[in-house]
T-cell receptor, first 116, second 111 residues
Framework: GAGVSQSPRYKVTKRGQDVALRCDPI?????LYWYRQALGQGPEFLTY????????KSGLPNDRFSAERPEGSISTLTIQRTEQRDSAMYRC??????????????FGSGTRLTVV | SQQGEEDPQALSIQEGENATMNCSYK?????LQWYRQNSGRGLVHLIL?????REKHSGRLRVTLDTSKKSSSLLITASRAADTASYFC???????????FGAGTTVTVRA
């Protein structure tokens, strides 16, 4: 597509429920990144893919968080047994390169997750 | 953890004035990038400067990089109301492949 698309835009869920956040990157972009942004802060890295391979998941806070990109395009970030502290803006970005960072990232509009 | 720190945290200027914000980072980098975030919208890439570059221009934007001081600055000239936004620097550390963002500078341009 023309840009990075994330869905849903807003998600309110009850504590303990699982949520799945979707990211559709720019067509042909090799690298895909997930970030989390708290209010008033900059984005914090969660995980990163080249094609379908998850290259780095060091930023995932704990084992309730997982991500996949099975066909090297659309990615899903899943949070199991959500907690209130998971409430944040979740941002996805893609870039054409092999994660070398010679390109700027194109970010989606994000998913605002609220856990009540 | 966040690699960069922006200064100031907030900036309020009159339309037509210049806005300058600074970014410091901790480790050696491959490149440094600046992003803008308008209220309620996504992050938009503004400009990228490589570690072997000292200055770069794009329209009304001017970025400098001083690797000896591990710092960068972003200058917006002749500011407009539409420049009201949060600005983030993001560094790509050497031998890394993911950007590390600072906490941002909130710029308000008064009409």
């Amino acid at each position: 597509g023309a840009g990075v698309s994330q869905s849903p835009r807003y998600k309110v869920t009850k504590r303990g429920q699982d949520v799945a956040l979707r990211c559709d990157p720019i067509s042909g972009h090799v690298s895909l990144y997930w970030y989390r942004q708290a209010l008033g802060q900059g984005p914090e890295f969660l995980t990163y893919f080249n094609y379908e391979a998850q290259q780095d998941k060091s930023g995932l806070p704990n084992d309730r968080f997982s991500a996949e990109r099975p066909e090297g395009s659309i990615s899903t970030l899943t949070i199991q047994r959500t907690e209130q502290r998971d409430s944040a803006m979740y941002r996805c970005a893609s870039s054409p390169g092999y994660g070398k960072g010679d390109y700027g990232y194109t970010f989606g509009s994000g998913t605002r997750l609220t856990v009540v | 953890s966040q690699q960069g720190e922006e200064d100031p945290q907030a900036l309020s200027i009159q339309e037509g004035e210049n806005a300058t914000m600074n970014c410091s980072y901790k480790t050696s980098i491959n490149n440094l990038q600046w992003y803008r975030q308008n209220s309620g919208r996504g992050l938009v890439h503004l400009i990228l400067i490589r570690s072997n570059e000292r200055e770069k221009h794009s329209g009304r934007l001017r970025v400098t990089l001083d690797t000896s001081k591990k710092s960068s600055s972003l200058l917006i000239t002749a500011s407009r109301a539409a420049d009201t936004a949060s600005y983030f620097c993001a560094s790509l550390r050497s031998n890394d492949y993911k950007l590390s963002f600072g906490a941002g500078t909130t710029v308000t341009v008064r009409a």
